[in-house]
């Protein structure tokens, strides 16, 4: 089944400094690969995703790109701001059966004012 | 408001015995999921359902059942048997046709006193 890997695990930058997260996933069918947030005491919310078929996508401050050949995925914030400090998950879904999405472990971001 | 409630947010539980954590939506989807979060190992899959009577295991499906009576409803019992059931649980909803969002509701903190 997928396997998705997810580095750092804790990041730390200071308040307008860009922020990278990296995501590699095993399954080269997988084709939907999602971005989520999570505030402390929260559920996870959707922040961005892309899909196959995409090699770059960008909402204002926050772009994900994909490269399907190596497996691999980042999600890119921009301009980073204190309200950014949140954990960050990276997930991966194979278009076989029903969509389930494998999980990375996640990223503690860390932005200093 | 469209969305996915979970309750209660926090549950303590004696040991030995079995307690069930709730959780509604009403955003019509027609796939329902349980995650469990430990600190460290990100979101993992305990059950997850595809359509109302019908559920299939997860990755960590052992000491936990599920029920789907409801398509608005998919009740997760943590029973006796799950050694260290302490954790964040999340329950998610989604379309079922292809590859979409998936919306978390805002968990359940289960201790096991």
């Known amino acids: 089944g997928e396997n998705v890997e997810q580095h750092p695990s804790t990041l730390s930058v200071q308040e307008g400094d860009s922020a990278v997260i990296k995501c590699t996933y095993s399954?080269?069918?997988?084709?939907?690969f999602p971005w989520y947030k999570q505030e402390l005491g929260k559920g996870p919310q959707l922040i961005i995703d892309?899909?196959?078929?995409?090699g770059e996508k960008k909402d204002q401050r926050i772009a994900v790109t994909l490269n399907k050949t190596a497996k691999h995925f980042s999600l890119h914030i921009t301009e980073t701001q204190p309200e950014d400090s949140a954990v960050y998950f990276c997930?991966?879904?194979?278009?076989?059966?029903?969509?389930?999405?494998?999980f990375g472990t996640g990223t503690r971001l860390l932005v200093s004012p | 408001d469209g969305g996915i409630t979970q309750s209660p947010k926090y549950l303590f539980r004696k040991e030995g015995q079995n307690v069930t954590l709730s959780c509604e939506q009403n955003?019509?989807?027609?796939?329902m999921y349980w995650y469990r979060q430990d600190p460290g190992q990100g979101l993992r899959l305990i059950y997850y359902?595809?359509?109302?009577?019908?559920?299939q295991k997860g990755d960590i499906a052992e000491g936990y059942s599920v029920s789907r009576e409801k398509k608005e409803s998919f009740p997760l019992t943590v029973t006796s048997a799950q050694k260290n059931p302490t954790a964040f649980y999340l329950c998610?909803?989604?379309?079922?046709?292809?590859?979409?969002?998936?919306?978390f509701g805002q968990g359940t903190r289960l201790t096991v006193v």
């Open positions: 359902s595809q359509i109302v009577n019908d559920f």
């Open positions: 998610a909803s989604s379309n079922r046709q292809g590859n979409t969002e998936a919306f």
């Open positions: 997930a991966a879904t194979s278009p076989a059966g029903f969509q389930k999405l494998v």
């Open positions: 892309i899909r196959s078929n995409v």
């Open positions: 955003l019509n989807h027609d796939a």
């Open positions: 399954d080269s069918a997988s084709n939907y």
